[in-house]
């Protein structure tokens, strides 16, 4: 995805598919970039910043959807720049330091986190050494960033600087009420909700926590019986796994 060809950029989509062991083109309106960075969240992939056809320092952010084949231009960062690095911690996207065009291409310490949930960016704390082209993973809620290009081009780093500011996901309390409302929020940004006994919470816990190790299926049954049923005995919808972006449980005592 991304970069250029002789000279030109590239602007269509490459798919590799490791089943088959075979790669495919896809065409899309993908805008000419490069040096930009690419991270997915879910079914999504996103494409932040870098060098494109009409400009050296972008601010510009693009989803694509690889099951639709298209591309949606989403909210643009605080600072256009170039030779970032990024990584996902708890569904939210970190750019973090490289290069802009008013400090003239030399490395920066901004960093910045993006919600595809809101279509929001936020301001982080900077990080300590202005650095460009680094690499940055998160492990356990803990983003690291490791070496890169300090100011000047000679000045190669091989420190490592560690963010541990992004929220933790929250460590669910032990059922407490009668029954309880589950608030999904998928990938996608569609919000789903559900009314439960508190043996069926119990069971989602489990299952996520499960499949979470890799013990368990991928998908989790909810019946919703207390939806209007119509003609059927029975409804049941299936929440998939890697389509869960945070969950949130409200608990309630049944009145008299």
């Given at each position: 995805m991304g970069g250029t060809n002789a000279g030109h950029y590239v602007q269509h989509v490459d798919e590799y598919d490791p089943a088959l062991?075979?790669?495919?083109?896809?065409?899309?309106?993908?805008?000419?970039?490069?040096?930009?960075?690419?991270?997915?969240?879910?079914?999504?992939?996103?494409?932040?910043?870098?060098?494109?056809?009409?400009?050296?320092?972008?601010?510009?952010?693009y989803e694509y959807n690889p099951v639709e084949n298209s591309i949606t231009q989403k909210a643009d960062m605080g600072t256009g720049r170039i030779l970032t690095s990024s990584t996902v911690n708890n569904g939210k996207i970190m750019v973090i330091g490289g290069a802009d065009s008013a400090n003239g291409g030399i490395s920066i310490g901004v960093v910045e986190q993006y919600n595809p949930v809101t279509n929001k960016w936020s301001n982080e704390p900077a990080l300590q050494t202005a650095r460009r082209s680094s690499t940055a993973q998160t492990v356990d809620n803990r983003s690291f960033v490791f070496g890169g290009v300090g100011v000047s081009t000679s000045y190669t780093l091989d420190s490592v600087e560690v963010f541990t500011n992004s929220p933790t996901d929250p460590v669910q309390p032990q059922p407490s009420g009668d029954r309880a409302i589950l608030t999904i929020t998928l990938t996608n940004g569609v919000e789903k909700e559900y009314d439960l006994s508190m043996t069926e919470v119990t069971a989602f816990l489990d299952w996520y926590d499960l499949h979470s190790t890799g013990s368990s299926y991928s998908k989790f049954a909810i019946n919703k019986q207390n939806k209007n049923k119509g003609p059927f005995t029975k409804r049941t919808e299936y929440v998939i796994h890697n389509k869960i972006l945070i969950f949130e449980i409200n608990e309630y005592k049944l009145t008299s």
């Open positions: 062991n075979v790669w495919s083109v896809k065409p899309t309106n993908l805008p000419g970039f490069s040096y930009g960075e690419v991270e997915s969240i879910g079914s999504s992939i996103y494409i932040l910043g870098g060098t494109t056809t009409t400009e050296s320092y972008s601010s510009k952010v």
